[in-house]
């Protein structure tokens, strides 16, 4: 089975930087389109990124321009990098795998089967 490991996450200035990372274990990740999504205090979980078997990538408007999200093979593992981050980047944030048949990037959260535990990311003011 799938397993899904969110870390790197932490307490930051506004417009510093953070790398989280997503570990996999009990399967290869190549095989999973894997999203990145938040939940704010009070709010709804939202997608932020996506990244497909193939190597297409999506971001939310929100975050275009600031947020990168990358795989490491040898690691089994997706990152996202956050630079100049902002207040509102407050949140717990949540890697996901959809099932292995899909392949196509998407950032709704109910198109994904697996998730991690989420880990927290706050920006002070």
């Known amino acids: 089975q799938l397993h899904l490991v969110e870390s790197g996450g932490g307490l930051v200035q506004p417009g510093g930087s953070l790398r989280l990372s997503c570990a996999a274990s009990g399967d290869t990740l190549n095989y999973y389109v894997i999203g990145w999504f938040r939940q704010a205090p009070g709010k709804e979980r939202e997608g932020v990124s996506c990244i497909s078997k193939t190597g297409i990538i999506k971001y939310a408007d929100s975050v275009k321009g600031r947020f990168t999200i990358s795989r490491d093979n040898a690691k089994n593992t997706v990152y996202l990098q956050m630079n100049s981050l902002k207040p509102e980047d407050t949140a717990v944030y949540y890697c996901?795998?959809?099932?292995?048949?899909?392949?196509?990037?998407?950032?709704?959260?109910?198109?994904?089967?697996?998730w991690g535990q989420g880990t927290q990311v706050t920006v002070s003011s």
């Open positions: 996901a795998a959809r099932a292995r048949v899909f392949r196509l990037c998407v950032t709704n959260l109910s198109n994904y089967d697996y």
